[in-house]
Each structure stands twice: as structure tokens, then as C-alpha cells.
């Protein structure tokens, strides 16, 4: 699920106080409360007592924005190009500089093998460094989230951890803030993944990822560890040059792997010019092309998957993997990667009912070109003899809406 839930677009519901009221009609009170009210016997099994479900309950209603951010999660129009060079535009420099203020870093890197870098670019996409964490009371949203019938979580299991945690006395209840999503603290973890993964590691007793920085990047440390197998001494994402003629055919982007050196074999060059680490040779690396050929493209290591377990979007992976860059002092390359073309939200959907009418998409007509779309555009391209590389071009979307 994406869990990152920063506030504009609940911001930009709340100015319609119409849609508001409207959304929020849609889930009654009695709804919301047989909801969470079916919860109580799971909850009291995991040890959740008496007082603390009392106290999980106490203000408990309807969020509004919830309900208004739900509805207006997927209307966007920003390219993969617009959403990149905006992050790194607007965060590259403070990333060099939060990665110098904490000291502390090395040390998780030698618990946990994840290194600086990517931690510090989660921190700085998921709260801005600390800077928005987000305003909503978590129980309340995630309880809006299971009771409006959301998909992407177990909201069930979410409100009962975030019972436990505000039962442990980590945090206060005025405190226990997070996204509209229910995503918490500094490096934004859904409270299930708190549970699993929260680190003290300023030893004061409790794991405070609202507040404490280093807990909150040590505990974002443990959740690519131990969640997605994060693998020490590797790389993530590498720039590469590619040769005019490369076989699209016969390799799929996002699919086929092999180590770098089958890669060099034929013709696909580190744009950096410097030599494979031994771990790196070792590795299986699969061709990305977030925004088609002609721009940017890279070598994805078993490593990026991390941040595409942290958040299933390849503009928000691929902007992280370069921002970890920068932090660790490193120059993303932003050259030859030229303005795209935006889609609109109908655009897109209409290529994915042209996708289905041909029997090549199988999912939700929504407008979002996630990974089984973006397949579903490549083997629709190598059909058609076009260039397989799963962008979706203004070209092609009218020729699959036509």
C-alpha cells in the first residue's frame, strides 16, 4: 500500500467543504463504530487489557480528511520527470547536510548493513526530515480506513497494534500522530511494522519515531532488513548508458536478469565509468527505464526492491535510490533527461481499457501505471513492433484508446 499519505491532498479536499461532508456520509457512525466494536475480543487476545482498549476508544470518530484523501489519492497528472527532478531539486542539498548531522548512522549501518544513505533519503520523503510527520490521530484513521472498506492493509490488525503501542506509554494519545494513511513517525511505519521492527536505539527506554530521529532511522534500518532482505555491501540503482541497437525483444524490461558483466556484454555501460563491486558482479541485475528510452536508464539490484517494499510506486523508488545518492554525497545524473510529455488520469485509463478490450490487462481501470500495466504496455508494444519499453507515450495511449 502506499504508505507515505503526506497531507496535501487532504488539504485540498478540506477547501471543499461539500466533498467533505459528502465523503464522510458515505460511512455513518454506526458503521464506524460495529466496525471497530467487532474488534474488541481480537484485541483483548493480544493483550490489549480492559483500560487500554478504553483508552483506543476515547474521542473515536469518522475522520473526514481520511474519508476526502481516499477519494482523491489517484487524481494526478505528474510525470515520472516532473516527480524526480522536483525531489531531488527540492531535497538533494538538505539530504548531504542530514546525512553530516547524524553521527549516529555509521553505527546503524554496522547493526543492520543498510547504509546512510537510503535512510536518510526515507527520512527526508517520508516527513521532510522530521518536518511532517502528519496531524492525524492514527487510531482514528486507520479505524476510518477499515470501517470505509480501504484495500491495501489489514486494517484490523493496524488499529489493534496501534492499541498496544499506545498501551506500552511510548507515546501519548495527543501525540500519536501520522499520515491519513496511519503511517507513523519521522520514517513513516505503519503500527504493525512498529511492533516488528521499533528500535530504541538511543536507549531512554522507549522507541520514540515521532521525535528522535535515530530511532526512527534505526527502525527504518531493521524494517529493510529484516522485511525486505536488504543485502549488505550491494548497490541499489546504477546509471547505465545503452547501445543504439539493444534488443528489446529478446530482454524485457523490469524482467530479465543477469550479473552487470551480461549486461556489458551487450553494450550496457555504468554511466559513472567506475568498476563493478565484487558484491555487485555477484548480483542479478534487471534494466529500468522509469520514463522511457531516450531518458535516463539504470541497472536495479536486488537491493532497489527495498524501496519498492517501503512504497510500491517506481517514481517514488527510483526518486528515492537517487536522492540516497545525493545524501551520501554522491551527483545523481540529471543530464539527457529531457521534458516528458504528461498523461491526464483519463488518458491513462483509457489505454488500460484498451489494454483490456485486447486482452492484455487484466486489473483496475484507474489510471495508475503500475507495474502490471506497465507490463501489459510492453507485451502490447512488442506485438505491435514498437520499442518495448513499458512508457506509455501520448502516442500510444491514443492509439489504444482509438
Not at 179 to 190: H, K
Request: hydrophobic share 40%; charged share 25%.
Amino acid at each position: 500500500m502506499n504508505r507515505r499519505g503526506f497531507l496535501a491532498g487532504a488539504a485540498l479536499a478540506l477547501s471543499s467543504p461539500s466533498l467533505v461532508r459528502a465523503q464522510t456520509d458515505a460511512l455513518s457512525e454506526a458503521e464506524f463504530n460495529d466496525w471497530v466494536g467487532q474488534l474488541r475480543p481480537r484485541a483483548l487476545d493480544a493483550g490489549v487489557s480492559e483500560a487500554g482498549w478504553s483508552a483506543a476508544l476515547e474521542g473515536l470518530s469518522p475522520d473526514p480528511v481520511v474519508i476526502a484523501r481516499r477519494a482523491t489519492a489517484a487524481e494526478t497528472n505528474r510525470t515520472v520527470t516532473d516527480y524526480i527532478l522536483a525531489l531531488l531539486n527540492g531535497r538533494g542539498r538538505r539530504a548531504r547536510a542530514k546525512y553530516a548531522s547524524v553521527p549516529q548512522l555509521a553505527d546503524i549501518e554496522r547493526r543492520s548493513g543498510v547504509p546512510g544513505g537510503p535512510l536518510v533519503a526515507f527520512w527526508g520523503m517520508e516527513s521532510d526530515y522530521g518536518g511532517n510527520i502528519g496531524d492525524r490521530d492514527v487510531l482514528r484513521a486507520v479505524a476510518t480506513h477499515g470501517a470505509a472498506g480501504s484495500g491495501g492493509a489489514d486494517w484490523a490488525e493496524e488499529f489493534i497494534a496501534a492499541a498496544r503501542i499506545l498501551q506500552s506509554g511510548a507515546i501519548s494519545r495527543a501525540k500519536m500522530v501520522g499520515s491519513y494513511a496511519g503511517a507513523m513517525g519521522q520514517t513513516q511505519l505503519m503500527p504493525t511494522n512498529y511492533l516488528k521492527y521499533g528500535v530504541d536505539f538511543d536507549g531512554d527506554g522507549r522507541i520514540d519515531v515521532w521525535g528522535t530521529p535515530v530511532d526512527a532511522l534505526a527502525s527504518a534500518a531493521a524494517h529493510l532488513k529484516q522485511a525486505s532482505g536488504w543485502r549488505a555491501g550491494e548497490s541499489w540503482l546504477e546509471e547505465v548508458s545503452l547501445p543504439a541497437d539493444l534488443d528489446l525483444k529478446s530482454v524485457e524490461v523490469e524482467v530479465t536478469q543477469m550479473p552487470p558483466a551480461d549486461w556489458e556484454a551487450r553494450g550496457v555501460r555504468r554511466s559513472s565509468g567506475r568498476a563493478w563491486s565484487a558484491a555487485d558482479r555477484a548480483a542479478q541485475a534487471r534494466l529500468y527505464l522509469p520514463a522511457g528510452l531516450g531518458r535516463p536508464a539504470f541497472l536495479a539490484f536486488p537491493n532497489y526492491d527495498a524501496f519498492e517494499g517501503y512504497n510500491p510506486s517506481l517514481p517514488y523508488a527510483v526518486g528515492v535510490c537517487l536522492l540516497a545518492k545525493y545524501a551520501q554525497g554522491e551527483t545523481p545524473y540529471l543530464h539527457d533527461w529531457p521534458p516528458e510529455p504528461a498523461l491526464s488520469r483519463e488518458a491513462r485509463m483509457a489505454a488500460q481499457a484498451g489494454l483490456a478490450k485486447l486482452g492484455y490487462y487484466d486489473g483496475k481501470i484507474d489510471g495508475d501505471l503500475g507495474r502490471r500495466s506497465r507490463k501489459a504496455v510492453r507485451d502490447w508494444q512488442l506485438a505491435t513492433g514498437r520499442p518495448r519499453d513499458g512508457h506509455l507515450t501520448p502516442e500510444d495511449a491514443r492509439a489504444l484508446s482509438a
